[in-house]
Every structure is written in structure tokens, then in C-alpha cells.
């Protein structure tokens, strides 16, 4: 069974730092592509970061020069590393992963961010 498990959310203020960590079991990691999407209050779930099996990043323009996605395949790990923190990149930030015909999804992490 698949299993995303995000962590390091929490209360940062604006133009701090923070790092995403997401944990993920039952499905081989290094092949795939690894995904961190968010969602605001009261707004549709969007796509932050990905990362592929081969190392190339893709990134939301809004998150551009301020995030930076990792992984370590030896830990079946992602990670996002958010500095420059502002007001709207409060969320909940969510792993995920297409792997075997499906999308998977964490539990999500909260990031607040404060002024």
C-alpha cells in the first residue's frame, strides 16, 4: 500500500524559512516523479514543485527562485525547501505521486505563514 507522509509544516513569518519533508512506502520511489502541490482557503488545489526520476525540476511561477525541491532516493524522500516565505504561501501542502495508473496522495502539512 502506497503511503505519502508529509511533515515540517508550521508557523514561520513572513520571509523565513522552511523544509517540507515527505516520507513515501509501498510503491518504488527513485522511477517516478515526486509532486508537492498546496491548497489556500477557499482556493483549488495547484501544483508547487515536481521533481523527476532523473533530477529535473519544474516549478509554479508564483514559487520560482524561493522554493527548491529535493530528493534523496536512498531515503525514498522529497523534500521542499521554502525561504522567502510570504502571507499567500500559507496552506496546506500536500505530497504526491503517479504510480501505477494512479495519483496518491499525503495527509498534508500545514504552512502558516505569519506578518
Known amino acids: 500500500q502506497v503511503q505519502l507522509v508529509e511533515s515540517g509544516g508550521g508557523l514561520v513569518q513572513a520571509g523565513g524559512s522552511l523544509r517540507l519533508s515527505c516520507a513515501a512506502s509501498?510503491?518504488?520511489?527513485?522511477?517516478?516523479?515526486m509532486d508537492w502541490y498546496r491548497q489556500a482557503p477557499g482556493k483549488q488545489r495547484e501544483m508547487v514543485a515536481r521533481?523527476?526520476?532523473?533530477?529535473?525540476?519544474i516549478y509554479a511561477d508564483s514559487v520560482k527562485g524561493r522554493f527548491t525541491i529535493s530528493r534523496d532516493n536512498a531515503k525514498n524522500t522529497v523534500y521542499l525547501q521554502m525561504d522567502t516565505l510570504k502571507l499567500e504561501d500559507t496552506a496546506v501542502y500536500y505530497c504526491?505521486?503517479?504510480?501505477?495508473?494512479?495519483?496518491?496522495w499525503g495527509k498534508g502539512t500545514l504552512v502558516t505563514v505569519s506578518s
Open positions: 504526491s505521486a503517479f504510480f501505477n495508473g494512479m495519483r496518491y
Open positions: 509501498g510503491m518504488m520511489f527513485s522511477p517516478y516523479s
Open positions: 521533481i523527476t526520476s532523473g533530477g529535473s525540476t
